[in-house]
């Protein structure tokens, strides 16, 4: 039986193998840097199945490959399907509107519509109400994934895969690019805070010229703040600036978050491809899955799909813009 | 056409590359707009942006890297000496911010970052306001383009005072005038065009819109449009009806 040996043990990498082991293939991963952990973007990530937020800046598929991610995820960890709340401060109104317009799959709501949804956010007129939308821990998914498939037979090797494999599926994102010369690293910024003193329940996002500014409750007062955009590649460290901009946001949204201590401060960067879409290559005896830029967990489920109906079933997703086997 | 700083620009739209949902949206932009120019911030990518330069380089169109998010004269003469190592041109877009919430140019310490760098071989685009005197000290710091705003960045509300922009064409006509900043609907960059101005600079209007390659397109048609219309010299506002036909022999007084 054919063994298929999957490159990087990220979102991208384990989200392919359960896809794999789901459909009855034999799976073996390999990562010198071994389980889940801080070296991946993905351990980074905000963790919300967003795809109505998501298109207001991203092209068609990421909406409707999207739809597929909270039904994929909810069999594989706990997703809470609380919807996602959107609001802009008075001066930023005119963003909300066009907000709106772009998007779908909302309601509409007011002030004391929001406060019933959110006791704690009080200072905001008008909102969107997406309530399809979901959100999940992303360190949580992953280690849940790791021990599911370790519980399936799949033997993790904590090492660099060899070089001429057969039936490689590589999903090391950036660390790729020397093959796929046309991926480029877009810097994300992050902090997590905790700030017993506010309650949120699921994911904010304040409307901001330069980025998309959003809060994702972890639980037990913990909350992720994200993120920065910059076409840049170093991921050394966070800059004031970035950190301001982030903390202001939580600021604006409940002035006791200015009360909340700094938890942790990531640095990563997305692997995106020029269109920001993920991608599936085959060159000779590897399929190359990546470029899920700021869609890890919202797009993953669709990009393991396509890999395991390529690597099992010679089928051609969308997503497939290469192939010389 | 006017020439900027002696180069003779393909047509008279340049185009931002920032906010854009995908750097393959931003070529495809400017691909079927055919805007010539690309301007380009450095600031916020510092010296790791060189991916995403490389991409605007491959744009194949001139080139204006801008100083936008400085806010003191060291910081914005220091992003242009980093640009014109990155870029290998003299072309630099002054931005000198001095309010945070309408992002109003400094006028002040623009004139100033312009005196020194035009001393250094910079060949400076100032992002200024319509101010007369101010633009006056703008090319007596040695700058030879003047780049008035139409209202605040990002705002989108066309020309603000358009009076003010007419009074600067008048002041100026010689200097190679770019209306900067403000410009929301195709219709105001035509407007600007009619005003006799020789380039417009926008980005938000296009890389926010909902189909930024198509509103690419529709701002360069406004601008071939009303720069066509400034040389066939329109016709004055009149208050009353002039008939296009003549009157006399007809019953128009029944």
């Known amino acids: 039986m054919t063994v298929w040996s999957v490159i990087g043990a990220g979102v991208a990498g384990l989200a392919a193998a359960s896809e794999l082991v789901s459909r009855g293939a034999k799976v073996q991963i390999f990562d010198p840097s071994g389980p889940p952990g801080p070296h991946g973007c993905s351990w980074w990530a905000g963790g919300m199945l967003a795809p109505w937020c998501e298109f207001e800046n991203a092209e068609e598929p990421v909406l409707r490959l999207g739809k597929a991610a909270f039904e994929w995820w909810s069999t594989r960890t706990r997703v809470e399907q609380r919807g996602t709340l959107v609001v802009a401060n008075p001066r930023d109104l005119p963003d909300l509107r066009r907000f709106a317009r772009r998007t779908g799959g909302y309601t509409e709501i007011n002030q004391v519509e929001i406060a019933n949804l959110e006791p704690d956010l009080t200072s905001f007129t008008k909102g969107l109400h997406f309530t399809d939308e979901a959100h999940l821990n992303p360190r949580q998914a992953l280690r849940n994934l790791h021990r599911q498939l370790q519980d399936q037979g799949v033997v993790f090797h904590r090492k660099l895969a060899p070089t001429q494999l057969e039936n490689a599926i590589d999903c090391r994102g950036l660390h790729a690019r020397e093959v796929l010369h046309d991926l480029r690293g877009v810097k994300g910024e992050m902090l997590v805070i905790r700030c017993p003193d506010v309650t949120l329940t699921r994911p904010v996002r304040l409307l901001h010229p330069r980025m998309p500014l959003y809060i994702v409750p972890r639980g037990d007062g913990v909350y992720m703040l994200g993120a920065t955009m910059i076409e840049s590649e170093d991921s050394s460290r966070i800059t004031a600036r970035s950190m301001l901009e982030l903390l202001s946001a939580a600021y604006a949204l409940n002035p006791a978050f200015g009360e909340a201590e700094v938890l942790e401060i990531g640095v990563d960067l997305r692997p995106a491809f020029p269109d920001n879409l993920p991608r599936i290559r085959r060159l000779g005896h590897t399929i190359y899955a990546n470029g899920l830029y700021r869609h890890g967990y919202l797009l993953a489920p669709a990009l393991a799909q396509g890999v395991a109906d390529l690597a099992l079933d010679n089928k051609h997703s969308e997503m497939v813009d290469e192939d010389r086997a | 056409m006017k020439s900027f700083y002696g180069t003779q620009l ?245």
């Open chain 2, 10 to 254: 393909p047509n008279s739209l340049m185009l931002g590359t920032a906010q854009y949902p995908s750097p393959a949206i931003l070529e495809q932009a400017f691909r079927e707009s055919g805007a010539g120019v690309a301007t380009v911030s450095l600031r916020r990518e510092s010296g790791a942006g060189q991916t995403f330069w490389q991409m605007i380089r491959e744009l194949g169109v001139l080139i204006l890297p801008n100083t936008a998010g400085c806010h003191t004269v060291k910081e914005a003469v220091t992003t242009a000496y980093m640009a014109r190592e990155v870029f290998d041109t003299n072309w630099i877009k002054l931005e000198l911010i001095g309010h945070t919430d309408s992002l109003q140019p400094d006028v002040f310490q623009l004139v100033e970052a312009a005196r020194i760098l035009t001393g250094d071989g910079f060949q400076v685009f100032p992002y200024t306001t319509d101010d007369l005197i101010v633009g006056e000290r703008l090319l007596t710091a040695g700058c030879e383009v003047l780049m008035p705003w139409g209202a605040p960045i990002g705002s989108g509300r066309g020309l603000n005072n358009e009076y003010a922009l007419r009074a600067m064409r008048a002041e100026f006509p010689d200097v190679p005038l770019v209306v900067d900043a403000g410009i929301g609907l195709p219709s105001h960059a035509a407007q600007a065009m009619e005003l006799g101005y020789d380039a417009v600079l926008l980005n938000t209007a296009v890389a926010r819109a909902g189909n930024p390659v198509a509103m690419a397109r529709a701002m360069m048609l406004a601008i071939q449009a009303g720069q066509l219309a400034h040389q066939a010299d329109p016709i004055e506002a009149r208050d009353m009806a002039e008939p296009s036909t003549p009157v006399i022999g007809k019953a128009f007084l029944s």
